[in-house]
Nanobody, 119 residues
Framework: QVQLVESGGGLVQAGGSLRLSCAAS????????MGWYRQAPGKQRELVAR???????NYADSVKGRFTISRDNAKNTMYLQMNNLKPEDTAVYYC?????????????WGQGTQVTVSS
């Protein structure tokens, strides 16, 4: 079973930057899409950024121009560069990879990493 391990979260002041990493324990084949989601206390999990296998990228309106999703295939790692962080970005961030399985989509999730932005 492939595992996703996130790192890079922490406490930062407003206006600061963090880079989250999501490392897969093994190569995942037939990837449909990969992305980052976040969940703030008392709120539903929401999409932050998503990249499809065809290279299409979309971002939540709230992070456009500040966050950048990328991947390094050689390292089986996905990143989320977060700049100009705001207190409302505070949440647990999760990485996700969806692949095409024999009977449908198979999703993998990381354990989450806490990002706290102080004002």
């Amino acid at each position: 079973q492939v595992q996703l391990v996130e790192s890079g979260g922490g406490l930062v002041q407003a206006g600061g930057s963090l880079r989250l990493s999501c490392a897969a324990s093994a190569t995942i084949f037939n990837i449909d899409a990969m992305g980052w989601y976040r969940q703030a206390p008392g709120k539903q999990r929401e999409l932050v950024a998503r990249m499809t296998s065809t290279g299409r990228i979309n971002y939540a309106d709230s992070v456009k121009g500040r966050f950048t999703i990328s991947r390094d295939n050689a390292k089986n790692t996905m990143y989320l560069q977060m700049n100009n962080l705001k207190p409302e970005d505070t949440a647990v961030y999760y990485c996700n990879i969806d692949r095409e399985g024999r009977f449908g989509t198979v999703g993998y999730w990381g354990q989450g990493t806490q990002v706290t932005v102080s004002s």
